[in-house]
């Protein structure tokens, strides 16, 4: 599928990266279908864009590469809803808030984005009683400075 991006360009996504959110992500209720874009699958960032509005582009995070004790309860009926099969784990991201100092960027730990790779589909969820925060430092001691190789 084409998608054209104001931040990437033209982009070819095939289909089985482009995820259809059935109720739209919290705040774009009109906007289901986005392209999953990563250009380094060792990376722990990538991106959500928006397969009908070039301007909207959400970068998401794993949030296990930064938060190791993170931990989601999600309702059974959400996986039920999403079609997941039996021993199918859900792929969780959250939305990164990207401000001018990098260090300051933040994610949204209560409303992480479940993904099922199997048939495409994800949805925001909003988990109620969560000890996290919904503006989580990525970098509560600053941006990590690239290794020296020593």
Same mark, same amino acid.
Request: proline content about 8%; glycine content about 6%.
């Given at each position: 599928? !084409?998608?054209?991006? *104001?931040?990437?360009?033209?982009? @070819?996504? #095939?289909?089985?990266?482009? !995820? &259809?959110?059935?109720?739209?992500?919290?705040?774009?209720?009109?906007?289901?279908?986005?392209? $999953?874009? &990563?250009?380094?699958? +060792?990376?722990?960032?990538? $991106?959500?864009?928006?397969? =009908?509005?070039?301007?909207?582009?959400?970068?998401?995070?794993? #949030?296990?590469?930064?938060?190791? =004790? $993170?931990?989601?309860?999600? @309702?059974?009926? %959400?996986?039920?809803?999403? @079609?997941?099969? #039996?021993?199918?784990? #859900?792929?969780?991201?959250?939305? %990164?808030? %990207?401000?001018?100092?990098?260090?300051?960027? *933040? *994610? +949204?730990?209560?409303?992480?984005?479940?993904?099922?790779?199997?048939?495409?589909?994800?949805?925001?969820?909003?988990?109620?009683?969560?000890?996290?925060?919904?503006?989580?430092?990525?970098?509560?001691?600053?941006?990590?400075?690239?290794?020296?190789?020593?």
């Amino acid at each position: 599928m !084409l998608v054209q991006s *104001t931040r990437f360009g033209k982009i @070819d996504v #095939p289909e089985g990266m482009m !995820l &259809t959110f059935s109720d739209g992500i919290p705040g774009f209720s009109e906007e289901k279908k986005f392209a $999953y874009l &990563t250009d380094d699958v +060792n990376s722990p960032f990538a $991106y959500l864009q928006s397969a =009908h509005d070039p301007d909207l582009t959400f970068m998401v995070v794993d #949030p296990f590469s930064f938060f190791r =004790h $993170y931990s989601i309860d999600m @309702d059974d009926q %959400v996986l039920r809803d999403m @079609d997941f099969k #039996p021993g199918t784990e #859900p792929q969780i991201l959250s939305i %990164v808030k %990207v401000p001018e100092q990098a260090e300051q960027m *933040t *994610t +949204n730990l209560i409303a992480p984005i479940v993904v099922n790779w199997e048939n495409c589909r994800a949805e925001q969820v909003i988990l109620s009683g969560s000890p996290f925060s919904k503006e989580q430092r990525l970098f509560p001691f600053g941006v990590p400075k690239a290794g020296n190789g020593k």
